[in-house]
């Protein structure tokens, strides 16, 4: 089956040209995922944008499941898992209208998320594990970050660590899903920066 | 085809066998579109579920997306549309947890419009139009409500109604998904009115 393959010539040897179909598929299953969801995406969708047949893709990726969960993975390889700012002295309002405005240039990435997160809450959905553990990873992550600054006497008396942090993520979310629907009517970073200075206190 | 049906004693004459019988049908579908989204489920899944065939569901409904549009339209007659809350002297606060407390009892409803919603991004997906402007209409009118409030001077300097409006409906929307995914970690009603608490000053 793989004779006319291996009878072309190779200059990177056999990995790297697996790496490269990985990739491929990858960047492939992201589209289609992003443009139709996980349950309406198809794996001959994906094997077609690639060129090749769906069992050659199935060598890669032995299950439509198993590729979904590689590359909610991938995904968090572009965007980051959320939890680790490249920067750990970057201030917490800086980190957040950086990666809001890098969002901003990668539409079908936060369509992608937004659609499989979502679908995620769906019965026996292969991605439910993957965005249960994101978040309650995200929310103490973030509840860190606000009892630092509470220790440091920036967070507003009143506010909770926790609520905060999950508010934040919520708010992120949910502007995302109103900014795909309609970019020139919805200020994400506006928003994150707005809920951001309600809950820190001026240095 | 229906002389077995006609032959049946009918109690409540023909149209109100009608309206029962799309009743049946939206709620199923409802069902079926909560539990695998839109694409996701079909509409031999909502025929299965009221014991009817295909054919007889699509003279009720032309089509699946007119199916999904019916159930949007249902589903607003159940939680409201988010807008005219039932009595208009009721302070914003108060609407939104009773909202809130009201929608954590319906969690297939919940998880209906989220999956739905995310979704509606996707290409040519027939829910976009009604999510967009739901969202525009939401959006308006609690700007309108966040202005009154700023009239009364009750809202706190520095925040913007508009954005308050986007940011509250974000909110709400983001703390629905992480609440359908660990119900037990995650306060919904505690969330938006600390938000709301935020944003307000008290009277």
Same mark, same amino acid.
């Given at each position: ?7 072309q ?9 697996? *790496? ?6 990858? +960047?492939?299953?992201?589209?289609? #995922? +992003? +443009? ?10 994906? +094997? ?12 890669y #990726?032995?299950?439509k ?36 405005? #890098? ?9 992608l ?5 979502a ?9 439910r594990? &993957?965005?249960?553990?994101? #978040? ?5 992550? &973030? ?33 995302? *899903? ?26």
């Amino acid at each position: 089956m793989t004779t006319k393959a291996a009878g072309q010539p190779s200059r990177r040897g056999p990995y790297s040209k697996s *790496t490269e179909r990985r990739q491929a598929i990858l +960047a492939a299953a992201h589209a289609v #995922f +992003a +443009a139709h969801g996980y349950r309406g995406g198809s794996l001959q969708d994906v +094997a077609d944008r690639v060129g090749m047949s769906q069992t050659s893709l199935l060598h890669y #990726f032995p299950s439509k499941s198993d590729l979904l969960l590689a590359v909610l993975t991938w995904r968090d390889s572009i965007t980051g898992d959320g939890t680790t700012p490249p920067d750990p002295e970057e201030k917490l309002v800086d980190a957040v209208i950086r990666q809001a405005r #890098f969002n901003e240039e990668i539409p079908g990435v936060i369509e992608l998320y937004t659609v499989l997160c979502a679908e995620s809450v769906t019965d026996r959905h292969p991605g439910r594990e &993957y965005f249960t553990e994101r #978040f309650d990873r995200l929310r103490r992550s &973030y509840t860190r970050r606000f009892k630092e600054l509470a220790d440091e006497g920036r967070l507003r008396p009143g506010v909770e660590p926790e609520a905060a942090a999950a508010t934040l993520i919520a708010l992120w979310d949910g502007i995302q *899903t109103q900014w795909l629907l309609a970019p020139e009517s919805v200020d994400m970073a506006g928003c994150l920066r707005g809920y951001l200075e309600l809950v820190l206190l001026p240095e």
